[in-house]
């Protein structure tokens, strides 16, 4: 049943026996001219991908609705679940669905969709047999879905509630971004992200550029858009200040709770101005119009609030153990009290804010029981809708009932290719404090591979950090999770962290086949200080050994691409004909993220040797890679380093306000944010640095790489370290010699730890110009021999040209 509360409503006063004629439909329309302007104007001219952003109740779907009665042309329609089950691009297949009848001849990719629309096989081509590679298979999917876009175009596709998507969804839609489809205009609606949490969503789109995505958000209504709703509303020609300003107050100026309340005084009628008369909040609102109802009508309306937003009457027939009959009546009266409105397949609540505050109004150990018995009604479905049974079982506070349909979600997400819904499922099992640990070490391995390339890292690496620290943990557990934990927390910036977090799980990893890899992750030398080139030469060694042990070849893979890394920082000139041999294989073809990868991190180690030919070349490579496979994960690498060629050659017009781009979008990536960074700060030294530049410049500079020298400091992160301590030690090598000097010291000091001393070439240029500009040359002659030392029989041509200059500076 549902609490009345009806001593509990503002002034305890029964409705008024006088009522006025009962509102049909909507409230009219009324402000948002503005926005409803940009609209039309950005759909009449496609391709666009517009975002309508707000808080719930806002008026989003009434915008969207103003927009599409008087727009011309498809429509193609989707509204995303708020418990949706595992199934990539849903609320998209549904959008094609409605207009499959309507399809022309279609590109043989689109045979891709076929799998996913079987209602649709006469109208799609036959599927391409599958690829090896989830990344090129998601990848050739999105292509599908813009192929039929392509084939239903000009067209405008409207998908609301965003908020709900699925991961792949998004990221097809980020993907239609930067490729979008001739004639199609894209609106989407989605709740504004609250500060410090994100959805899937905000952060696909979050990674494209800035100018394929308009961004259009709604505010409350104003004072003047009130005064008009309540003329309109109540039929008043001029309504008092004082009610505008009462409204404004109760409402916040949020739409829909607006219009709730005018919908109910025009009902209830009686003096507007009345205390008792503007309901406090919507939940007054609700009350006085549940007050109608009889008991098993409350109950029936309560259940629904329980199944969702549209209820199916014959699973409430089930739960309740009523028959249709008696349900359709309920639901009927709910329709006739405002609570409930005819969208057309079937009667929903009028809002989602409306659901949840029928909803709360359930007592707690009502909702617990509806709860387990919409749960079991559901088992008998078939498919079993795990994701809704999940739900359900939480929300009843069964908690072994809730895992078990979790996991199986989370399974069906994985098999899908979808690891961060499969992630989001599995931390939500990590909450039950019952979990046996052998199930809860089971669910955290494989949260652990979802939350690698899901967007869950954050929030996943403190469950497992937890379980780490319980020392009864199992030897292989151990070496599992603490693998998971360091790869995790590397990508999020942490990288002496992680290294160290792998350094602890290697001994307890008894399968070769994942020993390698994570030896492989040891064996890269610019990640982390305090650890010198001869032991990475060690792992990679050790990471050979694992390889050929295991006979897996994707484990010899990833340790030939670390070689190859490894022996190009080092300035060996075999580094190149491994990456020939292993460009041409086709074990690195056949997976081409890896490749992607692969090319990007060579071309930053082309860079920093001073190979900017085939640096650029790699990079080229890598984008088409990721272009092609659209694995979005690595577009912040493949611009980053493209920032760091264009350092590098000196191309520097316009390059701080790009990367200062990156830096700002590079959030979703932290494991490139610091590195563009020291670029940024790099750069802003070296505008800094040319004659004429103001203080503010050098000022603005140096605190720069101050910043990036204290978080590469914490982070224990080498390379970005050295880059900024050998750029301060130039910006401030006129003005400030002894503090150039000790920078450059410092960083000198870094690279000797780590024995590469090509990455001191600058910092030895610095120690060399400072001491020759005191007169006193030969106190440089020590560093400039060790970098000659340290260089000699490299393939390092950078370090070679600063050591030239030393030269003549420092005579031998």
Same mark, same amino acid.
């Given at each position: 049943m549902i609490d009345s509360d009806e001593d509990k409503t503002r002034g305890g006063g029964s409705p008024s026996p006088v009522r006025p004629e009962r509102l049909r439909g909507p409230v009219e329309f009324v402000g948002r001219a503005a926005e409803?302007?940009?609209?039309?104007?950005?759909?009449?001219?496609?391709?666009?991908? +517009?975002?309508?952003?707000?808080?719930?109740?806002?008026?989003?779907?009434?915008?969207?609705?103003?927009?599409?009665?008087?727009?011309?042309?498809?429509?193609? +329609?989707?509204?995303?679940?708020?418990?949706?089950?595992?199934?990539?691009?849903?609320?998209?297949?549904?959008?094609?669905?409605?207009?499959?009848?309507?399809?022309?001849?279609?590109?043989?990719?689109?045979?891709?969709?076929?799998?996913?629309?079987?209602?649709?096989?006469?109208?799609?081509?036959?599927?391409?047999?599958?690829?090896?590679?989830?990344?090129?298979?998601?990848?050739?999917?999105?292509?599908?879905?813009?192929?039929?876009?392509?084939?239903?175009?000009?067209?405008?596709?409207?998908?609301?509630?965003?908020?709900?998507?699925?991961?792949?969804?998004?990221e097809l839609l980020a993907y239609l971004s930067t490729h979008p489809v001739e004639g199609l205009a894209v609106v989407l609606t989605a709740r504004t992200a609250t500060p410090g949490s994100s959805t899937p969503i905000h952060d696909a789109l979050a990674r494209t550029p800035p100018w394929s995505v308009t961004r259009v958000p709604l505010s409350p209504l104003d004072a003047d858009d009130v005064r008009r709703l309540a003329a309109r509303t109540l039929r008043l020609d001029d309504p008092p200040p004082q009610l505008t300003a009462t409204l404004l107050d109760r409402t916040a100026g949020i739409p829909f709770v607006v219009e709730e309340v005018l919908r109910t005084l025009a009902e209830r009628g009686g003096d507007p101005l009345a205390d008792d008369s503007v309901p406090f909040v919507l939940r007054?609102?609700?009350?006085?119009?549940?007050?109608?109802?009889?008991?098993?009508?409350?109950?029936?309306?309560?259940?629904?609030?329980?199944?969702?937003?549209?209820?199916?009457?014959?699973?409430?027939?089930?739960?309740?153990?009523?028959?249709?009959?008696?349900?359709? %009546?309920?639901?009927?009266?709910?329709?006739?009290?405002?609570?409930?409105?005819?969208?057309?397949?079937?009667?929903?609540?009028?809002?989602?804010?409306?659901?949840?505050?029928?909803?709360?109004?359930?007592?707690?150990?009502?909702?617990?029981?509806?709860?387990?018995?919409?749960?079991?009604?559901?088992?008998?479905?078939?498919?079993?809708?795990?994701?809704?049974?999940?739900?359900?079982?939480?929300?009843?506070?069964?908690?072994?009932d809730f895992v078990r349909n979790a996991e199986a979600a989370a399974d069906l997400a994985t098999e899908r290719g979808d690891d961060a819904t499969a992630a989001g499922f599995l931390l939500q099992t990590m909450d039950i404090a019952e979990l046996p640990r052998p199930v809860r070490v089971r669910l955290a391995a494989k949260l652990g591979r979802s939350a690698i390339d899901g967007l869950s890292q954050a929030e996943a690496i403190p469950v497992l950090e937890r379980l780490l620290a319980d020392r009864r943990l199992p030897p292989g557990a151990r070496g599992e999770l603490g693998l998971v934990l360091g790869r995790m927390q590397r990508q999020q910036g942490e990288a002496l962290r992680g290294y160290t977090e792998i350094e602890r799980a290697v001994p307890y990893l008894r399968a070769p086949r994942r020993k390698a890899p994570a030896l492989a992750v040891l064996a890269a030398p610019d990640t982390v200080v305090g650890r010198h080139v001869d032991d990475h030469l060690a792992r990679c060694a050790e990471a050979e050994a694992a390889a050929a042990a295991s006979g897996d070849p994707a484990a010899h893979l990833a340790v030939r691409i670390a070689r190859a890394s490894l022996l190009l920082e080092l300035g060996d000139p075999a580094a190149w004909a491994i990456i020939s041999e292993l460009r041409a294989s086709a074990e690195l073809a056949d997976r081409p993220r890896e490749h992607a990868r692969a090319c990007l991190n060579w071309a930053q180690g082309a860079l920093h040797a001073g190979h900017p030919e085939q640096a650029e070349a790699l990079l080229a490579a890598g984008r088409a890679l990721v272009d092609e496979t659209g694995y979005e994960r690595l577009t912040a690498l493949v611009e980053a380093t493209e920032l760091s060629l264009d350092r590098a050659a000196g191309r520097l017009d316009g390059l701080a306000e790009r990367l200062s781009r990156l830096v700002a979008s590079a959030e979703r990536m932290p494991v490139t944010l610091l590195d563009a960074r020291a670029e940024l700060a790099t750069v802003l030294a070296r505008t800094a640095g040319v004659e004429g530049?103001?203080?503010?410049?050098?000022?603005?500079?140096?605190?720069?790489?101050?910043?990036?020298?204290?978080?590469?400091?914490?982070?224990?992160?080498?390379?970005?370290?050295?880059?900024?301590?050998?750029?301060?030690?130039?910006?401030?090598?006129?003005?400030?010699?002894?503090?150039?000097?000790?920078?450059?010291?410092?960083?000198?000091?870094?690279?000797?730890?780590?024995? +590469?001393?090509?990455?001191?070439?600058?910092?030895?240029?610095?120690?060399?110009?400072?001491?020759?500009?005191?007169?006193?040359?030969?106190?440089?002659?020590?560093?400039?021999?060790?970098?000659?030392?340290?260089?000699?029989?490299?393939? %390092?041509?950078?370090?070679?040209?600063?050591?030239?200059?030393?030269?003549?500076?420092?005579?031998?």
């Amino acid at each position: 049943m549902i609490d009345s509360d009806e001593d509990k409503t503002r002034g305890g006063g029964s409705p008024s026996p006088v009522r006025p004629e009962r509102l049909r439909g909507p409230v009219e329309f009324v402000g948002r001219a503005a926005e409803l302007a940009q609209l039309r104007r950005l759909v009449a001219n496609p391709p666009c991908l +517009i975002l309508l952003e707000g808080e719930p109740g806002i008026g989003k779907s009434r915008l969207v609705a103003e927009l599409l009665t008087e727009l011309p042309g498809r429509h193609l +329609i989707g509204e995303c679940d708020d418990v949706p089950e595992p199934f990539p691009l849903g609320v998209l297949l549904d959008a094609i669905r409605g207009s499959a009848d309507r399809l022309g001849p279609l590109s043989p990719v689109a045979g891709a969709l076929a799998p996913l629309l079987p209602e649709l096989v006469d109208v799609l081509p036959d599927a391409p047999p599958p690829l090896t590679d989830p990344a090129a298979e998601r990848h050739r999917l999105l292509r599908a879905v813009a192929a039929v876009l392509t084939a239903l175009s000009p067209a405008t596709l409207l998908l609301e509630d965003l908020h709900w998507a699925d991961p792949v969804t998004c990221e097809l839609l980020a993907y239609l971004s930067t490729h979008p489809v001739e004639g199609l205009a894209v609106v989407l609606t989605a709740r504004t992200a609250t500060p410090g949490s994100s959805t899937p969503i905000h952060d696909a789109l979050a990674r494209t550029p800035p100018w394929s995505v308009t961004r259009v958000p709604l505010s409350p209504l104003d004072a003047d858009d009130v005064r008009r709703l309540a003329a309109r509303t109540l039929r008043l020609d001029d309504p008092p200040p004082q009610l505008t300003a009462t409204l404004l107050d109760r409402t916040a100026g949020i739409p829909f709770v607006v219009e709730e309340v005018l919908r109910t005084l025009a009902e209830r009628g009686g003096d507007p101005l009345a205390d008792d008369s503007v309901p406090f909040v919507l939940r007054d609102v609700l009350l006085w119009r549940l007050r109608p109802l009889d008991e098993a009508t409350r109950e029936v309306l309560g259940a629904a609030a329980v199944l969702g937003m549209t209820p199916d009457q014959r699973i409430l027939a089930s739960v309740l153990s009523l028959d249709r009959v008696a349900i359709g %009546a309920a639901l009927t009266a709910a329709h006739r009290a405002g609570l409930l409105h005819d969208a057309g397949d079937g009667l929903r609540f009028r809002h989602d804010l409306a659901r949840q505050v029928v909803y709360d109004l359930v007592p707690r150990e009502s909702r617990e029981w509806l709860h387990l018995r919409v749960a079991r009604v559901l088992e008998q479905e078939l498919p079993r809708p795990v994701a809704q049974l999940a739900h359900h079982y939480r929300r009843a506070g069964s908690g072994a009932d809730f895992v078990r349909n979790a996991e199986a979600a989370a399974d069906l997400a994985t098999e899908r290719g979808d690891d961060a819904t499969a992630a989001g499922f599995l931390l939500q099992t990590m909450d039950i404090a019952e979990l046996p640990r052998p199930v809860r070490v089971r669910l955290a391995a494989k949260l652990g591979r979802s939350a690698i390339d899901g967007l869950s890292q954050a929030e996943a690496i403190p469950v497992l950090e937890r379980l780490l620290a319980d020392r009864r943990l199992p030897p292989g557990a151990r070496g599992e999770l603490g693998l998971v934990l360091g790869r995790m927390q590397r990508q999020q910036g942490e990288a002496l962290r992680g290294y160290t977090e792998i350094e602890r799980a290697v001994p307890y990893l008894r399968a070769p086949r994942r020993k390698a890899p994570a030896l492989a992750v040891l064996a890269a030398p610019d990640t982390v200080v305090g650890r010198h080139v001869d032991d990475h030469l060690a792992r990679c060694a050790e990471a050979e050994a694992a390889a050929a042990a295991s006979g897996d070849p994707a484990a010899h893979l990833a340790v030939r691409i670390a070689r190859a890394s490894l022996l190009l920082e080092l300035g060996d000139p075999a580094a190149w004909a491994i990456i020939s041999e292993l460009r041409a294989s086709a074990e690195l073809a056949d997976r081409p993220r890896e490749h992607a990868r692969a090319c990007l991190n060579w071309a930053q180690g082309a860079l920093h040797a001073g190979h900017p030919e085939q640096a650029e070349a790699l990079l080229a490579a890598g984008r088409a890679l990721v272009d092609e496979t659209g694995y979005e994960r690595l577009t912040a690498l493949v611009e980053a380093t493209e920032l760091s060629l264009d350092r590098a050659a000196g191309r520097l017009d316009g390059l701080a306000e790009r990367l200062s781009r990156l830096v700002a979008s590079a959030e979703r990536m932290p494991v490139t944010l610091l590195d563009a960074r020291a670029e940024l700060a790099t750069v802003l030294a070296r505008t800094a640095g040319v004659e004429g530049a103001g203080r503010d410049q050098v000022e603005s500079a140096e605190r720069a790489l101050r910043e990036v020298v204290a978080d590469a400091r914490r982070v224990g992160a080498v390379w970005p370290l050295v880059q900024a301590l050998s750029a301060l030690a130039r910006l401030t090598l006129v003005g400030r010699p002894d503090e150039a000097v000790r920078y450059a010291t410092d960083a000198l000091s870094l690279v000797r730890g780590k024995g +590469i001393l090509s990455w001191a070439a600058e910092a030895v240029l610095v120690l060399a110009e400072a001491a020759a500009a005191a007169g006193d040359p030969a106190r440089a002659v020590g560093a400039v021999a060790e970098l000659e030392a340290g260089i000699a029989g490299r393939d %390092a041509p950078l370090a070679l040209a600063a050591l030239r200059r030393c030269r003549e500076l420092v005579p031998g």
